[in-house]
């Protein structure tokens, strides 16, 4: 018996021995498995200059005080790492010889801790990383790009050390992995030389035009054009051989190949030590050359009496590309208006010693011109043709109108300059050659604007000499804006009250002028933080998690009463959550400043939590500073992961453009949801500081809007006149609190845009989708002529958002019927990519009007992604009596959407033989569509059906959705317009006009019956 305990015993504890050998070489060979699954390779990073080829880690570059170099921090490990969440390094430099200007972001990586703000400081300064999104490393994958600009002679190393990178490893979630590079530091050495080297400048490039199909040599023009060495030409992203012929400082050939597209063209030269030079637009390539052509012709005046007295003047612009000389004649046919058949002009060079000509470019006229009384008065306007020949036989051919009418009466007095519309601005500017001015005069002329021949500005007082003013594209009556923006005053110039002498003169001679009067002073002041009228420093969301993962923002308005580039730094000091020094970034403009912000930063596990207290600091390049301060709440994690969040994608506003004339009303909607239900929100509040408002604004609920755990906030806002507009949409930053105090932020994109005098309304692009990776939709605000589109696509570009070296080529335009969506077509999209879209000014509306540049002219929209899914509708709101907005669950097509709402019909819910009558419907939105409607019944549940739509993806969306109609908040407004105005008196006076009949009826009837029984008195009672 005791025998076989002992061999039982004996059994189990060889096989716990034998368990445990197995876990250990298990274990083992799990930690081989991580070894060998990552790289052994080391270092595993290295410095190179993108514009030197060949280069190897270490190398030594030579490079002259002052010029700035770029440097790309590289991943050169040979096996990739994947699921990389972020790094971190140390940067080693002497700031007395290196002074680094930014850290550029590259891919999705931004930066969660920058460098010391003390110029005086040295080395080191420890750098992190954030990938928004996991991302995999790869041999030559660049993670960051550091700018900067040597200061002193010498020679001088950077170098970055202590490398850690953050990864995830698939087998075991539990905690990041980590790998550390303890190999010698990644270095680059600098041997600066004494003496600042003048940057590279291109001044002219010819030919400017060139005809497709043909290798054409180019000389480039201009000053210190070899530079350090140059390591390649560019136009656009093809590269130019060198020609036989030697470069020199002042010129440089390169032949362009025969293969390139038709299209403009930017040149771009890249040196040896990082510098570059560039010229936009510098060549165009074309179908055919054109050498003469006539561009403008006109009378002046335009109108005249058909008496033989009244005079006018033709004007013709021919533009000769062989030159004055090769200019044969410009003739006109005046026989239809009683003149002769064939009058020749004079060329305006002939009187002007030849100084008029401006590109091959010069004016001719025919003055004197008077109509005899016997020719005939018409409604309509003579067209009078007039043609010019080169000597080489070559012809062009144009014509001018002229209105011959008893009805005017031509005024011979010069033209004026107003002087109450006319200004500087500002009013007082500081002589440091940063701060900007501009001026602004408005010219009318008795006979139209088209009479106004050149408008100068005498800047003499501050050593500028006489400089041409640029007229707008806008005609007001019978004047125009001319303006000359962002002059600079030099240090040299004397303090004191300056004079500027605006003067205007007509093709008849007749000239006018006024005096402006502005102020140069040489006293710097102190920059500001605005704290104020609602507006304070502040961060979004206020309070959240130390779990290095939940971004948070910090926000300051700062201005500078010596102008915004006399702005040196802003930052703040975030060491108490272990984030050291932040620089903020200059955001948009807000009429009293700008704002400045730091986006995204994230508190680390190890950030003491509580209410914390940080200081900003704001410095002008004088050393004058301004100081302000600001809280977060660094809260319990648990609070976060249980506090409501913002669906961004849910968050818009109605009407989708705002106007910033302070009356025209704007609604701002966003979506919240909390795991606890909506009961559980405390309070969204949208920040509006961006837009000179209050920071604080609470949002309130929108009626039956609740989905799930979750529902829509809205607030109503009128856009102050001070808030400029914007090519890109101003983000408002909206917070969500629940009763346990966690919040969440989120966003609101808001376009705002002005009205141009006397209502002219510029067409502008709402928004632009990738439909496929190939394919562009653009939504316009108005429809355009579509015979001034291009088929070509050259009245749009399209670039890499972060840099315009890296265009997308376009290779076809088309437009929809309508006239508002135009689709390009594209050389092959990165996926996710951002690209910016410009539309030039060539393009105009069905009314002539063109696009203004600065005004809804460029966008952002990303390269082709396929969302998986089906899409369908989210929300259906009646947003007035007659609009019902839809929001869907992807962007969708444009030219999918029937402008006459086709793809929609609506019913009312419990009568479906009752159809409420769709009017039209326009896309506002990637994911929202605008219904006009007949009006609706208040407070009727309605259905929805939608058909035929495609989201982006081409994914058909056939399905419905419930609204109810609108109902009014104003009691008065009786035929719920949303106004209560003269309508709603109608209304009301025609009931109470009933009903004080029916009251004066039963008063006769009881005076006829003597009025005393019970009956008759309950009965008035009633009524």
Request: aromatic share 8%.
């Amino acid at each position: 018996m005791h025998n076989k305990k002992t061999q039982k015993n004996i059994l189990t504890i060889l096989v716990v021995i034998l368990l445990t050998v197995l876990a250990v070489a298990l274990l083992k060979n799990y930690t081989l498995f991580l070894k060998t699954a990552l790289p052994n390779q080391n270092p595993y990073f290295e410095f190179k200059l993108p514009t030197i080829d060949n280069q190897n880690t270490n190398t030594q570059v030579e490079t002259p005080v002052g010029t700035k170099l770029r440097i790309n921090l590289n991943y050169i490990g040979t096996e990739a790492i994947e699921n990389v969440s972020g790094y971190s390094f140390t940067l080693n430099y002497n700031v007395g010889q290196l002074n680094f200007e930014r850290y550029l972001q590259e891919n999705t990586f931004s930066i969660s801790a920058l460098m010391a703000a003390n110029p005086d400081q040295l080395g080191p300064v420890r750098l992190a990383g954030i990938f928004t999104n996991e991302a995999d490393l790869t041999e030559g994958t660049t993670l960051l790009a550091l700018e900067f600009t040597p200061l002193a002679a010498g020679s001088t190393t950077l170098s970055l050390n202590g490398f850690e990178i953050s990864y995830e490893d698939e087998t075991d979630t539990t905690q990041a992995q980590k790998i550390t590079d303890t190999n010698t530091p990644v270095t680059l050495t600098f041997n600066i030389t004494a003496g600042s080297l003048t940057q590279p400048i291109i001044t002219s490039v010819s030919p400017s035009t060139i005809t497709v199909g043909t290798s054409t040599t180019l000389l480039i023009s201009g000053q210190n054009l070899t530079g350090s060495g140059i390591t390649s030409v560019y136009l656009n992203q093809y590269s130019l051989d060198k020609t036989t012929v030697l470069d020199s400082s002042t010129k440089i050939e390169r032949q362009v190949p025969s293969d390139l597209p038709v299209g403009t063209y930017n040149l771009i030269i890249n040196y040896q030590n990082g510098a570059r030079a560039e010229r936009t637009d510098a060549v165009e390539i074309v179908t055919s050359l054109k050498n003469l052509a006539i561009e403008e012709a006109y009378f002046s005046p335009n109108q005249v009496k058909p008496n033989g007295v009244y005079k006018t003047t033709l004007w013709v612009l021919v533009n000769n590309t062989q030159g004055a000389t090769a200019l044969d004649y410009v003739n006109t046919d005046l026989s239809s208006i009683g003149g002769r058949p064939n009058s020749r002009l004079t060329s305006e060079c002939a009187v002007n010693n030849n100084q008029c000509l401006v590109d091959n470019k010069q004016w001719f006229y025919l003055a004197n011109i008077t109509v005899p009384s016997t020719t005939v008065i018409k409604e309509v306007s003579y067209i009078i043709p007039v043609y010019a020949t080169n000597k080489t036989g070559e012809s062009a051919n144009s014509s001018a109108s002229l209105t011959i009418t008893n009805q005017i009466a031509i005024s011979e007095r010069a033209p004026v300059v107003d002087s109450v519309r006319s200004y500087a601005m500002p009013r007082e500017i500081v002589n440091n050659g940063q701060a900007k001015i501009s001026f602004y005069a408005f010219v009318t002329d008795p006979d139209g604007a088209v009479d106004l021949k050149s408008v100068v500005i005498d800047l003499g007082s501050i050593n500028q000499g006489v400089k041409a003013m640029t007229a707008s594209e806008e005609e007001v009556t019978q004047g125009k804006w001319f303006y000359l923006k962002d002059l600079t005053v030099a240090n040299t110039v004397a303090v004191g009250s300056k004079t500027a002498i605006i003067t205007v003169t007509d093709r008849s001679g007749a000239s006018s002028e006024i005096e402006l009067k502005f102020d140069v002073t040489g006293s710097t002041r102190a920059p500001r933080i605005v704290q104020g009228q609602g507006i304070k420093p502040y961060a979004s969301p206020r309070m959240v998690p130390p779990d290095g993962k939940t971004p948070v923002s910090f926000y300051a308005l700062v201005d500078d009463p010596d102008g915004q580039a006399n702005l040196e730094s802003v930052i703040i000091d975030l060491n108490t959550i272990n984030l050291g020094i932040v620089s903020l970034e200059q955001s948009t403009s807000a009429g009293n400043g700008y704002w400045y912000v730091a986006k995204d930063l994230t508190v680390p596990t190890s950030a003491p939590k509580g209410s914390h207290r940080f200081y900003l600091r704001a410095t002008d390049k004088d050393g004058n500073y301004a100081t302000a301060d600001l809280d977060l709440n660094v809260a319990d994690i648990s609070y976060a992961e249980n506090g409501p969040t913002i669906n961004s994608n849910k968050s818009y506003t109605t009407p989708n453009l705002a106007v910033n004339d302070n009356v025209t009303e704007v609604t701002l909607y966003t979506f919240v949801s909390d795991p606890d239900g909506t009961a559980d929100i405390e309070s969204v509040v949208v920040n509006l500081s961006l837009l000179n408002l209050a920071p604080t604004n609470q949002m309130l609920p929108v009626p039956s809007s609740t989905q799930g755990q979750g529902q829509s906030y809205a607030l109503t806002i009128r856009v102050p006149q001070v808030v400029s507009p914007s090519t890109t949409p101003y983000e408002l930053v909206v917070s969500a609190t629940d009763k346990q105090g966690a919040s969440a932020a989120g966003k609101i994109l808001l376009r705002v845009a002005s009205k141009l005098p006397e209502a002219i309304i510029t067409p502008q692009m709402l928004f632009g989708l990738a439909t496929n990776s190939t394919t562009v939709e653009v939504v316009f605000s108005k429809s355009l002529d579509q015979n001034n589109l291009e088929e070509s696509g050259t009245n749009f570009r399209i670039t890499d958002a972060t840099t315009i070296d890296s265009p997308l080529l376009i290779s076809r335009a088309t437009i929809s019927s309508y006239g508002t969506v135009v689709t390009l077509t594209t050389a092959p999209q990165e996926e996710g990519k951002t690209y910016t879209l410009l539309a030039l000014d060539t393009l105009k509306d069905n009314q002539g009007i063109r696009l203004s540049s600065g005004m809804g002219d460029k966008l952002d929209f990303e390269g082709y992604q396929e969302i998986k899914g089906k899409p369908k509708a989210r929300l259906a709101t009646a947003t007035s009596p007659t609009s019902v907005e839809v929001v869907f669950s992807q962007p969708l097509k444009p030219t999918s959407v029937n402008f006459s709402g086709n793809n929609f019909t609506i019913k009312e819910l419990l009568n479906s033989s009752y159809a409420l009558k769709v009017l039209q419907a326009e896309q506002i939105d990637t994911n929202l569509i605008r219904i006009k409607t007949a009006p609706q019944k208040a407070g009727v549940k309605y259905l929805l059906q939608i058909k035929k739509l495609l989201s982006a993806g081409d994914k058909e969306l056939n399905s419905s959705t419930e609204f109810k109609g609108y109902v009014s908040a104003l009691r008065g407004d009786l035929d719920y317009d949303g106004d209560v105005d003269f309508a709603d008196f109608t209304i009301f006076a025609s009931v109470y006009q009933k009903e004080n009949n029916l009251l004066d009826e039963n008063s006769n009837q009881n005076q006829n019956t003597g009025g005393g029984s019970n009956a008759n008195a309950n009965n008035n009672s009633n009524n």
